[in-house]
């Protein structure tokens, strides 16, 4: 399940952002006019590509990730400290993972996933299993806890939590009512330099 | 866009006339009772639903009504915490609660799907088919009236009438060329089912067979009489015992897939079946389940484990009929075709007909469902109706 959305374009550019990390932003174009956009700083094109095209998508119907999914489960999420590793996106391992009863909370990297619809699967799994899940912002990158935080308010659970590496500053984040994947691109000033094609 | 209030709800219980007398197990009916649901936005758009048509759903459908009038349509997620609760404990109107929410649930997501004007199959995920097959049903007897369950058995300890029901199920190939059809079984006799099903089997070699006795033969009694129906290639056994322990050790002693709409119909059955390997199929029910998104929760974790989901109907009107093609056609992992009873009414709530050829039905063009209700018809088949209001 990529976003229903049709794609007339896809765009990817590499960018600095303020950390001095690497970012890859995807521009979607969608046929009926919309723009979307994605990122990831772990340089796998895939899950920005993916983003975009839910972003465009609700930008362009004027909703939220949530109001695309079915709805949102919690208006303000939990962010917290954690230095357990995040799962491996092997999918195969994992399901039998879970069935041998290896996991309380799946710490699952979204970026690392590669999409929506994977990690909406996880979390099916993760609520008929009764198991927590934490989604990992690898990098505490305000767009990647933003996002994270618009997936998380689309999940089953009441563990269900944002993780980051080092203490956060601040210990929950607000669902954002944007339309789209709910990322504030102004927060990186280098996004507004990229010279999109035409 | 930020939010889609609902401002009003309207019930509306029908009685609608099968054209043909249906016998199961659990039934011997004429008729089918159902409630539709319209529910309006405050963008004046009305979304359609259904669910169940006691009077015990209708009231409850009510109930619930009035909490939704000002709740935004959009977060279906928190109408459904609202309505029944987190957990399964917190439920107190059990399946009658989940098959009620399912109504509104369905109707909510169609009048968001109108409101962002993309199809129902879209919101869900993708529109990936446009034809979705389908089952036929065929009625355990061919009878000439709604019988008691004493002239039903009687009817079948003539084997000779095992000729009607195949007899039906050509006549059913003729018409509409279905190629999928599902057995209804009275539970009664396993010489009628062995026998009706070989002369099925040699009928229609190629056909996919369903056996359906819901859970009305014993555990030792029903695998007995799947392993000697095993030979004949059926598509699955439906639940052909019960409870899960049951269908456990029957499917152990079967090559033939087992399937459940019965044992397997919400979140905490699903690791139960898995690890205990019960079923084969899960033939989740739209109601039973409690409406779109868990339905689809259960599609990605059957299908992670290696579970096939596939879809379960009874006798429902177009709205719920076409509701299903929506979700076959969203989510890959339904591979079977969908059951359908939809071809057994005498008359529909819709204004399009449903038709189906060569097996398989077309989900319609538009936002939503792409269906509209059809007030005369629908007046014709009340039995009572109340609106909602803020």
């Known amino acids: 399940m990529t976003a229903p959305v049709s794609i007339a374009h896809t765009h990817v550019h590499s960018l600095r952002v303020a950390s001095g990390a690497e970012a890859l932003v995807a521009r979607v174009l969608a046929a009926d006019g919309g723009t979307g956009f994605g990122f990831t ?50 999918w195969t391992a994992l399901r039998k993972d879970i069935l041998e009863g290896r996991h309380e909370l799946l710490r699952i990297d979204p970026f690392a996933w590669g999409s929506v619809e994977m990690v909406q699967t996880i979390a099916a799994v993760a609520a008929a299993f009764d198991l927590g899940i934490a989604l990992l912002a690898p990098n505490a990158h305000p767009w990647e806890v933003q996002y994270c935080t618009a997936l998380a308010a689309t999940l089953r659970g009441d563990d269900t939590r944002i993780i980051v590496r080092s203490v956060p500053s601040f210990s929950s984040i607000s669902v954002s009512e944007m339309p789209g994947i709910g990322i504030d691109w102004t927060l990186e000033t280098s996004f507004s330099s990229i010279q999109w094609l035409s | 866009m930020t939010t889609l209030s609902v401002v009003a709800i309207r019930l509306t ?75 399964s404990y917190d439920n107190r109107f059990g399946r009658n609660g989940r098959a009620t929410l399912a109504g509104l649930d369905l109707a909510a997501w169609d009048a968001v799907a109108r409101s962002l004007k993309i199809s129902l199959a879209e919101l869900i995920g993708a ?129 033939t897939p087992v399937a459940t709409n019965m044992w397997v119909v919400k979140d905490e059955h699903l690791l139960p079946a898995i690890r205990r390997k019960a079923v084969d199929v899960v033939l989740g029910d739209l109601f039973m389940w409690g409406g779109i998104d868990p339905w689809r929760r259960m599609a990605r974790v059957a299908h992670a484990y290696g579970l096939k989901p596939a879809l379960h109907s009874v006798y429902e009107t177009g709205i719920a009929t076409v509701a299903n093609l929506h979700l076959a056609s969203a989510l890959s992992e339904v591979e079977y ?8 009414l005498s008359s529909d ?3 399009e007909t449903q038709e189906v050829k060569d097996g398989a039905m077309r989900l319609p063009a538009g936002p939503g469902l792409g269906v509209m209700l059809d007030r005369a018809k629908i007046e014709k088949l009340t039995l009572e109706s109340a609106e909602v209001r803020a």
């Open chain 1, 41 to 90: 700083l772990n340089l796998d094109a895939g899950a920005a590509r993916d983003m975009a095209a839910w972003d465009a998508l609700g930008r362009s119907k004027g909703v939220p990730l949530s109001g695309l999914l079915g709805g949102s489960y919690r208006k303000k999420i939990d962010l917290l400290e954690d230095q357990n590793p995040a799962i491996p996106p092997d």
């Open chain 2, 13 to 87: 219980r029908v009685s609608i006339p099968l054209t043909m007398v249906h016998a199961g197990s659990m039934y011997v009916i004429q008729k089918t009772e159902r409630t539709v649901v319209e529910l309006t936005l405050e963008n004046g758009i009305t979304g359609l639903g259904e669910t169940w048509g006691t009077p015990e759903v209708y009231a409850l459908a009510q109930r619930f009504a009035k909490t939704w009038i000002g709740k935004d349509a959009l977060d279906r997620f928190a109408l459904r915490d609202m309505t029944l609760g987190k957990t």
């Open chain 2, 127 to 255: 529109r990936k088919r446009e034809v979705i097959d389908v089952v036929s049903t065929l009625p355990a007897a061919i009878l000439p009236r709604a019988v008691s369950r004493r002239e039903l058995t009687a009817h079948l300890d003539v084997l000779a009438n095992t000729k009607l029901v195949v007899d039906f199920a050509l006549e059913q190939v003729r018409k509409s060329g279905f190629r999928s059809f599902k057995l209804k079984s009275a539970a009664y006799s396993p010489e009628w089912d062995w026998k009706l099903l070989s002369e099925l089997r040699e009928a229609l070699p190629e056909a996919r067979l369903r056996f359906d006795p819901n859970a009305n033969y014993g555990a030792a009694t029903a695998t007995e009489l799947c392993r000697r129906l095993d030979p004949l290639g059926l598509e699955f056994f439906e639940d052909p015992t019960g409870e899960l322990e049951g269908m456990a050790r029957l499917k152990a002693a079967v090559k």
């Open chain 2, 337 to 344: 075709p969908n059951d359908s009873g939809l071809h057994f």
């Open chain 2, 349 to 351: 709530v819709l204004a």
